[in-house]
């Protein structure tokens, strides 16, 4: 297999566009030049309706998880409560983040089973300073009714966190829309940027409650929010200049297919990959509820019976395709399919005709087709 | 002026060569992938001898800051002494560091004077957990002796800490020998890598003395040592993956050049550069002594009488050639040229030539061709 022609679809980091590959090859640049402030601002002035937000948006040098801890290490104190919820790998990995600047309020769900909106009520009105929820869980393949839960904190007048790292610019998400106070991305998901920048939104309303000072002298909302608000846009600490000089021109490709057309291809492709499951016979591991959807930019679907994670997916990386398995808990039991960014047709067509090879060698079916012919159905109505 | 025709002799960000930006445009790869963690490896069996370490050494996505930030937060707990000696910018930002996690003991100079080291041995004595230093002070162009310090750490049974940002792979810089024991680097220096990662080499003396847990979630030594050395090699958050493609390139560039080699070839250049100086009548800013020397990968020189920021900075990089200016409390006052990396003796001899020609306009001197000189005999003796 050659690396350099192998279908990357996992729910990131994603494939990433010729343009923006070569971008990165520009010559490098003084981070405290005129020109790198030309790029910061550009980048932040598309980033807002990206988020769909008025709010001030910063770009951290780091992986989406410096952006999650930023949020908490800028507005939690040691005796701050912080309600965490939880029912993925990553809602887990607030509560660990809100344990290490405070105290956390875990609100537990199964892996993949919706939020019970009453037992997150419940935390929050126990005078909780904020609410820290994922929105798009990419262990599971599950969207989170961030809507509902931040109307639970607006009641409360608790802060409201939401990590939509693998969610904004894929799934609908509506961070002013939906009160959300201080919303994170990462440049490796729907942006379709190589891993190493956090996006984080930042309300006026968070701003004001911030900590005097971050508990974290890196992750520091305030700082980075300072700087980017110089007379020329700057970074408090030494940017990844050639990641900016990425998200640039990424952020230029989605603006030229349009914000919202993007998320309404995204949706069209995922819906591709539940319907060929469905013809595959293979179920898909989230419960949705009304508030609570499949995932439009990661499908968490179960292993089928008999066949191992090895079979599986690596008989499709012997293939050329790669695609993730579960983490931690189920581990073996799942795997998943991302849909986001640059994301094509073709794509998604080549990743199910590799999964019924394998299907069909492993006697699951009788023969291959179904899945491509449902997908197809899908994405070219 | 073409930005993609410009020559950057700031020190850090540095040009970065072709075929280490041919190397970021390779296609996205999995992070959790054994192509990925065959990359880690390579690296840090690389990094090794560039620390002169026989040390565990972690590569973290982040500005060299996250590195300080780390060192700080894993191992210095509320009440914790960490003493943080300073005569510039970056030795400040240990003060910050240290006051933000435990209790700084700054122990300040002028910037861009030596170290008193019974100051420092005054202050460690007095019960400190760690002592911090640059060795490199980047702001003032002078290294600083670490050697010494560390005897003074190890005296006293404190961890010793060195910001080696500016300084690794460029000054003559032996973590082992000197005992240091949490080293840092940045991507963006004396390795010729865009900026986005910090080099961390850990001692297990420093490891045996860490918190139970680190102070920051995301600047986590603890927890980065423990992904690197699972049976494939891994970061615990998603790395710039991008940016190590790059980082590996660059270490076989340094390899097959020598890490000896390229260190004389700085030593040099960096020669050259104040020869250079001295023939215009330029004074060189920091004040050096039998442990304190001027710096081999940055030189600040004192503005010329009468002769502004904006002139000499301001006209160079309108003839192509950015250099940085004062930072600070010295902002306007000196200009510093870069030597580190892939720098050549071509790109030298351009600095030194615009330079002049800024000079000969300001009438600072009669004609141009001293400084060429005297540097081309110090290049190519």
């Known amino acids: 297999m050659d690396i350099e022609d192998t279908l990357l679809m996992i729910p990131g980091p994603v494939k990433v566009a010729p343009r923006v590959l070569r971008a990165m090859s520009r010559p490098m640049i003084s ?17 807002k309706p990206f988020f769909e937000t008025a709010n001030d948006v910063v770009v951290m040098t780091g992986s989406g998880t410096v952006g999650m801890d930023a949020a908490v290490a800028s507005t939690i104190g040691h005796d701050d409560k912080i309600v965490t919820i939880s029912n993925g790998k990553f809602g887990e990995r607030f509560t660990e983040i809100g344990e290490r600047y405070g105290r956390a309020i875990p609100v537990k769900f199964d892996w ?18 904020a609410v820290a929820m994922v929105h798009n869980e990419t262990s599971v393949g599950l969207t989170n009714p961030a809507k509902e839960v931040g109307e639970i904190a607006r009641k409360h007048d608790a802060l409201f966190i939401v990590d939509g790292i693998s969610s904004i610019g894929g799934n609908d998400f509506q961070t002013d829309e939906w009160g959300i106070d201080i919303a994170i991305t990462g440049s490796q998901k729907a942006l379709a940027v190589p891993p190493g920048l956090a996006v984080v939104a930042v309300s006026k309303r968070a701003e004001e409650r911030f900590l005097s000072q971050s508990r974290s002298y890196y992750a520091d909302l305030r700082a980075h929010l300072k700087s980017a608000r110089k007379s020329q846009a700057q970074t408090p600490f030494t940017p990844a200049v050639s990641l900016f000089f990425a998200l640039q021109e990424a952020l230029h490709m989605a603006e030229e297919e349009g914000f919202a057309a993007r998320r309404a291809r995204t949706a069209q492709q995922a819906e591709s990959v539940r319907v060929a499951a469905k013809a595959l016979g293979i179920e898909l591991f989230p419960k949705v509820n009304q508030h609570s959807h499949y995932s439009n930019t990661v499908t968490a679907m179960k292993m089928p019976q008999g066949v191992s994670d090895d079979k599986l997916r690596g008989g499709m990386k012997k293939r050329g395709v790669v695609v993730s398995g579960g983490q931690d808990l189920i581990k073996g039991k ?3 399919i991302g849909t986001m960014g640059m994301c094509s047709s073709g794509d998604i067509l080549r990743t199910i005709q590799t999964l ?8 699951k079916i009788a023969s291959c087709g179904a899945g491509v012919e449902a997908a197809s159905r899908v994405l070219y109505k």
Chains 1, 2 share one sequence.
């Open 31 to 47: 981070h405290r030049s005129g020109d790198f402030s030309a790029i910061y601002s550009d980048c932040c002035a598309l980033l």
């Open 112 to 129: 993949g089973t919706p939020f019970d909106l009453d037992k997150v009520e419940a935390a929050v009105e126990d005078g909780a300073k």
């Open 334 to 336: 799942i795997f998943r």
């Open 356 to 363: 019924e090879l394998i299907l069909a060698q492993e006697g």
